[in-house]
């Protein structure tokens, strides 16, 4: 079976742009999370969705944005960007209730804004 | 944001040496990851911690939830080149709530000298 996958892979933007990043979860994983992992960094909690609602948000500004489709496909927007936003976005997902389950990572989206 | 305290924050080591990390936190987690990244890659996922005491063991890794639910460590018996990589920890607080989110150690960098 496939596992996350994200799209695009690397994505360069400039300052005040927004940008789109697609992740799909493990067939039948119906919870996706969002983390930012800031070089030198470990990944840092975004969004997370189960069932197509949003269960959880952190720490981040307006800006950031999300959400889940019937398949359970996930996108993250960011609007009005800032040099600070470059980093490599994570996606993971879980088969259940991700209070009961363990989260799976995709390879991330790389974003460079310049 | 949070972020656990993880040390070291890197190793170079031997081939064929033992290696050992642990990550603290000032707050209660009744889940513990440990993760592995490889560069240009998302974390893997090595080994997961249910219970507070809990041993586990993947292969040459062996992992251990601490008693008080606020620490946990991960070993690498014999290391090879393969080893390679930045290592983290992760926790997570399951409850009634919402929002299981997983908060990161900042990493353990692993060099293995062949």
Redesign the interface.
């Known amino acids: 079976d496939a596992g ?1 996958t994200q799209s695009p892979t690397h994505l360069i933007k400039t300052r005040g742009q927004q940008v789109t990043l697609r992740c799909s979860p493990i067939s039948g994983h119906k919870s996706v ?1 969002w ?1 930012q992992q800031v070089l ?6 975004i969004f ?1 969705y189960y069932e197509k609602e949003e ?5 981040f500004p307006d800006r950031f944005s999300a959400r889940q489709f019937p398949n359970y496909s996930s996108e993250l927007n960011v609007n009005a960007l800032l040099l600070g936003d470059s980093a490599l976005y ?1 996606c ?1 997902s879980s088969s259940r ?4 389950d ?7 989206t790389r974003l460079t804004v310049l | 944001g949070q972020q656990l305290n993880q040390s070291p924050q890197s190793m170079f080591i031997q081939e064929g040496e033992d290696v050992s990390m642990n990550c603290t936190s000032s707050s209660i987690f009744n889940t513990w990851l440990w993760y592995k990244q490889e560069p240009g890659e998302g974390p893997v996922l090595l080994i997961a911690l249910y219970k507070a005491g809990e041993l586990t063991s993947n292969g040459r890794l062996t992992a251990q939830f601490g008693i008080t639910r606020k620490d946990s460590f991960l070993n690498i018996s014999a290391s090879i080149p393969s080893d390679v990589g930045i290592y983290f920890c992760a926790g997570q607080l399951r409850s009634g709530g919402s929002n299981y989110k997983l908060t990161f150690g900042k990493g353990t960098l692993l060099t293995v000298n062949p």
């Not at chain 1, 269960?55 to 720490?59: D, V, Y």
């Not at chain 1, 363990?102 to 991330?108: A, N």
């Open positions: 996350v999370s983390y030198g960094q470990g990944p840092q909690f997370q269960r959880g948000r952190g720490n994570l993971a209730d991700p209070a009961k363990t989260q799976y990572f995709g390879p991330g």
